[in-house]
């Protein structure tokens, strides 16, 4: 044992008192407050105290002396290492219980926002399997799960998740309970393939190898996509194993191959290249209203709510927020692919969408004409460029503006032009509610903050989704 681990004290008997951020627990010891992952209120552990600050420490539970009734079974075999699921251990009623005191906390202590309008929050109803979408990345240093001995896999390589804060080392996924089961199955023929092969595993230390990432997407009605790509154009290698995907999985609709060979594993940039069947899936989406479905064409680079069920419930919230009318003018902001814009489109005179990414403008347009809309224009741009004066004369001023900007939020810029153009509502959709607070908070002066919707779009994990109804006062 080094030097440094025996510096590290072990507390025993410490009682876990409340859910932190993060996805971390939180204690008291000696006046001072410590975090500790991976246990749950009622918890009583032994925790090695890892990080000493003046306010604060950090630490790991190294023995659960006493269960909390909160606790539930796991059902991930990875738990605990790959990072996803950090609250899988946790009944998910106290999921959202813990979800919903995290808006409240932040929107009231870092924007002074009145939560008397906020609502329960709106759960899953599916809790496992519900991802439409899993990035898996191939290392040659696999990350083995008993730390003494973790060691690079000099033979073979591993076919995961990323082990969080290090960026060369990948866990073995066996199995993942967070998509459809085939997507384990894919996943596992892949690797095995590779091994019984000798395809060789990316080294992202030394940029050498062929296999780097692979990308597995499905819909709602059992279609999948699948997206390999690789360093270097191999043909010999590469055909015969997309053939025998193809072959072995008569599921899997759209199979494509991308060539990466820069320094990073980004490939928005990057071409994509239809090896089999469709270019894209579809997805549909219930309207708010009525029995009709939108319908969505995904790409291989296409943004869409990974959480296809809870996408539809998130939409009819702000479509009921926004309570539109036949002759509004309708801003959507930080569109992406259109999803909502088309969502509320039929119950208003025009909707303007915006949205830096070019190739998600593209996609909306696309899905705006299969869904025979004629009232919506999607622009591409920089937020803080294209929403100008100039822009609004040209295209009509709002009277009512949806944003659901980036985790970072609105630029201040945004903000001020939101505020002088003064549409009679603004509903803002956040993955973070504490850059949210920060904006609603910079809007008080002339904004009301009414309905709060809460939205779990991914069980198990500490994000939650929010929208808060602004009316101008």
Same mark, same amino acid.
């Given at each position: 044992?080094?030097?440094?681990?025996?510096?590290?004290?072990?507390?025993?008997? #410490?009682?876990?008192?409340?859910?932190?951020? =993060? $996805? +971390? !627990?939180? /204690?008291?010891?000696?006046?001072?407050?410590?975090? @500790? %992952?991976?246990?749950?209120?009622?918890?009583?552990?032994?925790?090695?105290? #890892?990080?000493?600050?003046?306010?604060?420490? =950090? $630490? +790991? !539970?190294? /023995?659960?002396?006493?269960?909390?009734?909160?606790? @539930? %079974?796991?059902?991930?075999?990875?738990?605990?290492?790959?990072?996803?699921?950090?609250?899988?251990?946790?009944?998910?009623?106290?999921?959202?219980?813990?979800?919903?005191?995290?808006?409240?906390?932040?929107?009231?202590?870092?924007?002074?926002?009145?939560?008397?309008?906020?609502?329960?929050?709106?759960?899953?109803?599916?809790?496992?399997?519900?991802?439409?979408?899993?990035?898996?990345?191939?290392?040659?240093?696999?990350?083995?799960?008993?730390?003494?001995?973790?060691?690079?896999?000099?033979?073979?390589?591993?076919?995961?998740?990323?082990?969080?804060?290090?960026?060369?080392?990948?866990?073995?996924?066996?199995?993942?309970?967070?998509?459809?089961?085939?997507?384990?199955?894919?996943?596992?023929?892949?690797?095995?393939?590779?091994?019984?092969?000798?395809?060789?595993?990316?080294?992202?230390?030394?940029?050498?190898?062929?296999?780097?990432?692979?990308?597995?997407?499905?819909?709602?009605?059992?279609?999948?996509?699948?997206?390999?790509?690789?360093?270097?154009?191999?043909?010999?290698?590469?055909?015969?194993?997309?053939?025998?995907?193809?072959?072995?999985?008569?599921?899997?609709?759209?199979?494509?191959?991308?060539?990466?060979?820069?320094?990073?594993?980004?490939?928005?940039?990057?071409?994509?290249?239809?090896?089999?069947?469709?270019?894209?899936?579809?997805?549909?989406?219930?309207?708010?209203?009525?029995?009709?479905?939108?319908?969505?064409?995904?790409?291989?680079?296409?943004?869409?709510?990974?959480?296809?069920?809870?996408?539809?419930?998130?939409?009819?919230?702000?479509?009921?927020?926004?309570?539109?009318?036949?002759?509004?003018?309708?801003?959507?902001?930080?569109?992406?692919?259109?999803?909502?814009?088309?969502?509320?489109?039929?119950?208003?005179?025009?909707?303007?969408?915006?949205?830096?990414?070019?190739?998600?403008?593209?996609?909306?347009?696309?899905?705006?004409?299969?869904?025979?809309?004629?009232?919506?224009?999607?622009?591409?741009?920089?937020?803080?460029?294209?929403?100008?004066?100039?822009?609004?004369?040209?295209?009509?001023?709002?009277?009512?503006?949806?944003?659901?900007?980036?985790?970072?939020?609105?630029?201040?810029?945004?903000?001020?032009?939101?505020?002088?153009?003064?549409?009679?509502?603004?509903?803002?959709?956040?993955?973070?509610?504490?850059?949210?607070?920060?904006?609603?908070?910079?809007?008080?002066?002339?904004?009301?903050?009414?309905?709060?919707?809460?939205?779990?779009?991914?069980?198990?994990?500490?994000?939650?989704?929010?929208?808060?109804?602004?009316?101008?006062?």
């Amino acid at each position: 044992m080094s030097r440094k681990n025996k510096e590290q004290p072990v507390v025993e008997d #410490l009682l876990i008192e409340d859910i932190a951020a =993060e $996805g +971390k !627990a939180l /204690a008291h010891l000696d006046g001072k407050v410590v975090f @500790v %992952p991976f246990v749950v209120p009622g918890d009583v552990a032994d925790v090695k105290l #890892l990080k000493r600050k003046k306010s604060y420490c =950090e $630490g +790991k !539970a190294v /023995a659960i002396k006493q269960y909390s009734s909160k606790r @539930v %079974p796991v059902q991930c075999p990875h738990f605990g290492v790959c990072g996803g699921c950090k609250w899988q251990m946790l009944d998910y009623a106290c999921q959202l219980e813990a979800k919903q005191r995290q808006v409240r906390d932040m929107l009231q202590r870092l924007g002074s926002v009145n939560c008397d309008g906020m609502r329960p929050i709106c759960g899953s109803e599916r809790i496992f399997r519900y991802r439409n979408k899993l990035e898996y990345t191939f290392s040659t240093r696999a990350w083995l799960e008993n730390p003494q001995a973790d060691a690079d896999t000099p033979a073979a390589g591993a076919l995961g998740f990323h082990i969080p804060g290090l960026f060369d080392k990948v866990l073995n996924i066996e199995s993942c309970v967070l998509q459809d089961e085939l997507s384990n199955r894919i996943r596992l023929f892949v690797r095995d393939y590779a091994y019984s092969h000798n395809l060789p595993f990316y080294d992202i230390r030394n940029h050498t190898g062929f296999l780097r990432n692979l990308v597995l997407r499905n819909n709602s009605d059992g279609q999948w996509m699948v997206i390999l790509i690789v360093a270097d154009h191999r043909p010999d290698d590469l055909m015969p194993l997309l053939s025998a995907l193809r072959d072995t999985f008569p599921q899997i609709n759209s199979l494509h191959y991308i060539i990466n060979t820069k320094m990073n594993d980004s490939y928005a940039d990057l071409p994509t290249h239809l090896f089999h069947g469709e270019p894209c899936l579809e997805e549909r989406m219930k309207a708010f209203r009525g029995d009709t479905y939108l319908r969505f064409r995904i790409n291989p680079k296409s943004f869409y709510q990974t959480n296809s069920a809870q996408a539809q419930r998130l939409y009819s919230f702000v479509a009921e927020f926004a309570d539109l009318q036949p002759s509004d003018t309708v801003y959507d902001l930080y569109t992406g692919t259109g999803t909502i814009a088309q969502f509320v489109a039929s119950m208003c005179r025009r909707v303007v969408g915006i949205e830096y990414v070019k190739e998600a403008i593209d996609d909306a347009k696309v899905n705006a004409a299969l869904n025979n809309l004629d009232n919506t224009e999607f622009f591409a741009g920089d937020m803080a460029d294209i929403l100008t004066d100039e822009f609004i004369s040209l295209h009509g001023t709002p009277d009512v503006v949806i944003t659901d900007p980036p985790r970072a939020g609105m630029h201040e810029k945004v903000v001020r032009q939101l505020l002088a153009v003064a549409p009679r509502k603004i509903i803002y959709v956040s993955c973070n509610p504490a850059t949210q607070a920060r904006d609603l908070q910079l809007m008080a002066g002339q904004y009301d903050v009414a309905r709060i919707q809460p939205v779990d779009m991914f069980p198990h994990t500490q994000h939650v989704e929010n929208i808060a109804e602004l009316i101008r006062k």
